[in-house]
C-alpha cells in the first residue's frame, strides 16, 4: 500500500472514538517502544481510547521515556492483557511483521477478527491481510514511519513526549545514525523532532549513559574473555552462556550494544553476539557495508531484519548453535572478503 492510500485508510479507522492497542515484537528495543508510545500517544489527542502492550519486559534503560510506564507487559499481567486485547476495535501493530515476533500474544492476535494496521521496516511479512499497512524497508525505523504519519495529519500533533519517543526510536535503530540511514529525510524528521523534545543531550545520556558496573563489566568480558575473531572470514563472534551472563547478574538489556564493538575493527565485516537466554540461543548480527546479514539470519537462523542488522533464534545447545555458525562461514567468506 502507498502512503497516500495509507494515510487515508487510516483516516478512515481513525474519524471516530475507538478502543486500539498497540502491539510490539518480543523482546522490544528503542525503536518499538518508542514508535509504538509515539503513535498511542497521537492516537490519544484524537480521541480514541489506546493501550499499549508488549509480549515480555523492556530494559531498563528505557523506562524513562514518557508513557513507558503505561505499558502493559503480558507475561507479568496475562488476565488484564486478554482482557484488554478482547475489548478491541482495532490493532496497530508496530515494528514487526511475523506473527512469531509477537511472543506469547500472537495466539490472540489470530483468535480476534478485528481490523488490524500494520506500520514496519522488515522484510517479508507473513501476518495475512491487515485493513491498512505502511510498509517500508528504505526508512531508518518504524518510529521514522510513525513520525511521517502523524506529520502528515498536522505537524501541531508533535509534543515533547511523541518527539522525545520518536528520536529515542531512530536514534536506536540506528545505532546512534551510524547505519541504516537510506535517505535525507531521516535527518529532516529528527531536527523537527529535536525542536519539540526534551534536550537531546540529555536524551542520548538517558539511552547511552546509565550502565549498572555489573553491565560495563559484562561489556568488558565480552571482549577481552570471549570474542573470536576470524580473520579468514572478516567475522568476530562473541558467545554468552546463560551461566556467564548469571555471574553478572543479567537483567533485560544488559547485552544491548554489545554486537557493535567488534565492528570497530577495519578488518571485521560481520559481528555475531549468541546468547543463551529463555530456552533458546539467540543470534545478533551485525555488519558494515552490503553485506546482508538479514540473509544470513533468514537462510539459517529462523529469522531476519535488515541488511545490516538482524536477529534470529535456534532450540539447541549453545555448542549445537556455535557449531552451526561455524558451518555456515565458508559459504560466505567471498562476500565477506569482498573490498
Same mark, same amino acid.
Given at each position: 500500500?502507498?502512503?497516500?492510500?495509507?494515510?487515508?485508510?487510516?483516516?478512515?479507522?481513525?474519524?471516530?472514538?475507538?478502543?486500539?492497542?498497540?502491539?510490539?515484537?518480543?523482546?522490544?528495543? $528503542?525503536?518499538?517502544?518508542?514508535?509504538?508510545?509515539?503513535?498511542?500517544?497521537?492516537?490519544?489527542?484524537?480521541?480514541?481510547?489506546?493501550?499499549?502492550?508488549?509480549?515480555?519486559?523492556?530494559?531498563? =534503560?528505557?523506562?524513562?521515556?514518557?508513557?513507558?510506564?503505561?505499558?502493559?507487559?503480558?507475561?507479568?499481567?496475562?488476565?488484564?492483557?486478554?482482557?484488554?486485547?478482547?475489548?478491541?476495535d482495532? !490493532?496497530?501493530?508496530?515494528?514487526? @511483521?511475523?506473527l512469531?515476533?509477537?511472543?506469547?500474544?500472537?495466539?490472540?492476535?489470530?483468535? !480476534?477478527n478485528?481490523?488490524?494496521?500494520?506500520?514496519?521496516?522488515?522484510?517479508?511479512?507473513? =501476518?495475512?491481510e491487515?485493513?491498512c499497512?505502511?510498509?517500508?524497508?528504505?526508512?531508518?525505523?518504524?518510529?521514522?514511519?510513525?513520525?511521517?504519519?502523524?506529520?502528515?495529519?498536522?505537524?501541531?500533533?508533535v509534543?515533547?513526549?511523541?518527539?522525545?519517543?520518536?528520536?529515542?526510536?531512530?536514534?536506536?535503530?540506528?545505532g546512534?545514525?551510524?547505519?541504516?540511514?537510506?535517505?535525507?529525510?531521516?535527518?529532516?524528521?529528527?531536527?523537527?523532532?529535536?525542536?519539540?523534545?526534551?534536550?537531546?543531550?540529555?536524551?542520548?545520556?538517558?539511552?547511552?549513559?546509565?550502565?549498572?558496573?555489573?553491565?560495563?563489566?559484562?561489556?568488558?568480558?565480552?571482549?577481552?574473555?570471549?570474542?573470536?575473531?576470524?580473520?579468514?572470514?572478516?567475522?568476530?563472534?562473541?558467545?554468552?552462556?546463560?551461566?556467564?551472563?548469571?555471574?553478572?547478574?543479567?537483567?533485560?538489556?544488559?547485552?544491548?550494544?554489545?554486537?557493535?564493538?567488534?565492528l570497530?575493527?577495519?578488518?571485521?565485516?560481520?559481528?555475531?553476539?549468541?546468547?543463551?537466554?529463555q530456552?533458546?540461543i539467540?543470534?545478533?548480527?551485525?555488519?558494515k $557495508?552490503?553485506?546482508?546479514v538479514?540473509?544470513?539470519?533468514?537462510?539459517?537462523? @529462523?529469522?531476519?531484519?535488515?541488511?545490516?542488522?538482524?536477529?534470529?533464534?535456534?532450540?539447541?545447545?549453545?555448542?549445537?548453535?556455535?557449531?552451526?555458525?561455524?558451518?555456515?562461514?565458508?559459504?560466505?567468506?567471498?562476500l565477506?572478503?569482498?573490498?
Amino acid at each position: 500500500m502507498q502512503k497516500e492510500e495509507f494515510f487515508h485508510a487510516l483516516n478512515t479507522v481513525i474519524q471516530s472514538p475507538k478502543r486500539i492497542t498497540v502491539l510490539t515484537h518480543v523482546n522490544p528495543d $528503542g525503536d518499538a517502544i518508542g514508535s509504538s508510545l509515539a503513535f498511542s500517544q497521537f492516537l490519544q489527542k484524537l480521541g480514541h481510547q489506546v493501550e499499549v502492550m508488549v509480549s515480555n519486559d523492556f530494559p531498563g =534503560f528505557l523506562a524513562w521515556m514518557p508513557d513507558a510506564c503505561k505499558i502493559h507487559i503480558y507475561d507479568k499481567e496475562a488476565e488484564l492483557c486478554d482482557q484488554i486485547l478482547d475489548a478491541s476495535d482495532v !490493532l496497530a501493530i508496530l515494528d514487526f @511483521n511475523h506473527l512469531s515476533r509477537a511472543g506469547l500474544i500472537q495466539d490472540k492476535i489470530k483468535s !480476534l477478527n478485528v481490523n488490524k494496521i500494520l506500520i514496519d521496516h522488515h522484510r517479508d511479512t507473513d =501476518f495475512g491481510e491487515f485493513y491498512c499497512s505502511l510498509s517500508d524497508t528504505q526508512v531508518s525505523s518504524t518510529a521514522e514511519l510513525v513520525a511521517e504519519t502523524i506529520l502528515h495529519f498536522g505537524e501541531h500533533y508533535v509534543d515533547e513526549a511523541i518527539a522525545t519517543n520518536i528520536l529515542v526510536g531512530i536514534v536506536t535503530d540506528t545505532g546512534s545514525f551510524s547505519h541504516s540511514i537510506f535517505h535525507p529525510e531521516t535527518f529532516s524528521i529528527c531536527a523537527k523532532m529535536i525542536e519539540k523534545s526534551m534536550p537531546y543531550n540529555q536524551i542520548h545520556r538517558l539511552v547511552y549513559d546509565t550502565f549498572s558496573e555489573n553491565r560495563l563489566r559484562l561489556l568488558g568480558f565480552s571482549i577481552s574473555n570471549k570474542m573470536e575473531v576470524l580473520d579468514e572470514y572478516a567475522t568476530a563472534i562473541i558467545s554468552l552462556t546463560k551461566e556467564e551472563l548469571a555471574g553478572f547478574d543479567y537483567q533485560v538489556g544488559d547485552t544491548e550494544g554489545i554486537v557493535n564493538y567488534p565492528l570497530s575493527m577495519k578488518k571485521i565485516r560481520m559481528s555475531v553476539l549468541v546468547t543463551e537466554r529463555q530456552g533458546v540461543i539467540r543470534f545478533s548480527f551485525r555488519s558494515k $557495508g552490503d553485506f546482508s546479514v538479514h540473509e544470513v539470519a533468514q537462510k539459517h537462523f @529462523n529469522g531476519g531484519g535488515h541488511t545490516n542488522a538482524a536477529g534470529g533464534t535456534l532450540t539447541c545447545s549453545m555448542e549445537d548453535a556455535m557449531e552451526k555458525l561455524h558451518q555456515i562461514l565458508p559459504e560466505y567468506k567471498e562476500l565477506l572478503n569482498q573490498e
